[in-house]
């Protein structure tokens, strides 16, 4: 059974960093698509960062810069890093992922995480 476990969120001030986690089990990280996505109050959920199956790491256009992806295939783990943190990055952060396809608007992924909360304020 496919299961994603965000972690790693928090409260910090503008300008620090934090790193989240998406933990995966039930399935090989490196054969799916996996992506970050966020979703603030009010707002549409938007894409942050796809690694793809074929081994690409991307980050959507607007945030590149201050969003770092990896991914540890060893461990199953996918991992966002996000330098410096400003007030715009509030938002509950998911984890989600995919064994064919990928999109930057998050339809028809098949499995999502929980989601971890990052709240950026002074």
């Known amino acids: 059974q496919v299961h994603l476990v965000e972690s790693g969120g928090g409260s910090v001030q503008p300008g620090g960093s934090l790193r989240l986690s998406c933990a995966a089990s039930?399935?090989?990280?490196?054969?799916?698509?996996m992506g970050w996505f966020r979703q603030a109050p009010g707002k549409q959920r938007e894409g942050v960062a796809i690694a793809d199956r074929f081994g690409s790491l991307n980050i959507a256009h607007a945030l590149k810069g201050r969003f770092t992806l990896s991914k540890d295939t060893a461990n199953q783990t996918l991992y966002l890093h996000i330098a410096p943190l400003e007030l715009a990055d509030t938002a509950m952060y998911y984890c989600a992922a995919d064994p064919r396809g990928a999109n930057w608007i998050g339809v028809g992924w098949d499995h999502w995480g929980q989601g971890t909360q990052v709240t950026v304020s002074s």
């Open positions: 039930g399935f090989r990280i490196s054969d799916y698509n």
